[in-house]
């Protein structure tokens, strides 16, 4: 029986991870994934700049650092591990997962973001062969289109995001869009439009041309338009039935995620959530947002435990199981 199970591992799952290590609780953490990180995995060369009082990370040193962190006091990992339904039973919750096994937990939180995502597909024909070579629903290496007239087909925050940062590295980036105007944040919209990005309004791709590669594409069923990589961004499909298949009664926000409060609390006393999982008023939908909340959820669940426990962990600074660390620290800096 652990103190607290963790299900997902993007940055809300990492950070309770190592706050509950601070709060001496028991700690298991599941994803459904082979590795630590969540949906940072899908842009592991982004930039990330939102984050307090650390430099620019590309995504993939973002997922290191978490997750170092996440397992500095030892808890138990289990990956590959998808569950399928939480069920209350004494002292505690049994999870269940699509393999069988089971798990054991006094307290949940639920750090699952947006689900399980997987991107919806532009279902053209030629679709699966050229996912293998030019056709991409991620970018995992910038290197790869470097000097590569470069098609991005979207026209939201990931599409201008993607065309913003492969501008300056790309041979030429058009971007095809079915609207008359692009749909993500302002400010990178006016940088996309000021640069040398082509923009295609009320236009979609039809058709994907070439033999073991895509060489050109269909535009509107008759414009051909040379490309030599092309990237899709319309969205993902969210696989998130873990609420729906859970024999406990958890509230969905009517707008979307999980109905909490800003104390990360569920509609089901002992389950807390973190995240993008959970919806409230004044919710903060940044990275540093997920860290408050993750933290609060801890807080929960040790005085949901322990209702004499203090509300917050000790500060870093004066907690006692940094104390060689700090040393060993400060000796390396001569201080």
């Known amino acids: 029986m652990y103190d607290v199970t963790i299900i997902g591992t993007g940055p809300a799952g990492l950070y309770a991870s190592f706050y509950s290590g601070l ?80 798990h054991t937990s006094k307290t949940v939180i639920l750090a699952t973001g947006s689900g399980i995502l997987t991107p919806k597909k532009i279902g053209l024909a030629g679709e699966e062969k050229f996912i293998q070579t030019n056709l991409h629903y991620t970018v995992k290496s910038l290197a790869r289109f470097k000097d590569k007239v470069v098609l991005i087909s979207g026209g939201g925050n990931s599409a201008v995001d993607w065309a913003n940062t492969l501008e300056p590295i790309a041979k030429k980036v058009y971007v095809t869009y079915r609207k008359d105007h692009l749909s993500g944040h302002e400010a990178e919209i006016e940088r996309l ?30 414009e ?86 203090v509300k917050t962990a000790m500060v870093s600074s004066h907690h006692e199981s940094f104390k060689n660390k700090n040393k060993k620290i400060y000796a390396e800096l001569e201080l």
């Open 23 to 102: 709060r001496g609780m028991k700690t298991k953490l599941i994803d459904s994934q082979a590795v630590l990180g969540g949906k940072i995995h899908a842009y592991p060369e982004k930039m990330i700049w939102d984050v307090g009082g650390m430099p620019p990370l590309l995504g993939e040193q973002l997922i290191t650092r978490l997750s170092e962190q996440a397992i500095l006091f030892d808890p138990t990992v289990v990956l590959n591990s998808k569950v399928e339904g939480i069920s209350q039973q004494d002292g505690g919750f049994l999870l269940s997962t699509e393999t069988g096994e089971t």
């Open 193 to 222: 439009l000021n640069s040398s990005v082509e923009v295609i309004y009320q236009s979609v791709i039809t058709g994907l041309n070439g033999n073991d590669y895509i060489e050109s594409v269909t535009l509107n069923g008759t």
């Open 224 to 309: 051909q338009l040379p490309v030599e990589e092309v990237i899709i961004n319309h969205g993902y499909d969210s696989q998130n039935d873990l609420q729906e298949q859970s024999e406990v009664d958890i509230k969905m926000h009517p707008e979307f995620g999980i109905q909490g409060t800003s104390m990360a609390e569920t509609s089901v006393p002992g389950i807390f959530a973190a995240g993008d999982a959970v919806n409230y008023d004044g919710k903060v939908h940044l990275i540093a947002g997920a860290f408050h909340d993750a933290a609060n959820a801890v807080n929960r669940a040790k005085q949901f435990i322990e209702p004499t426990a």
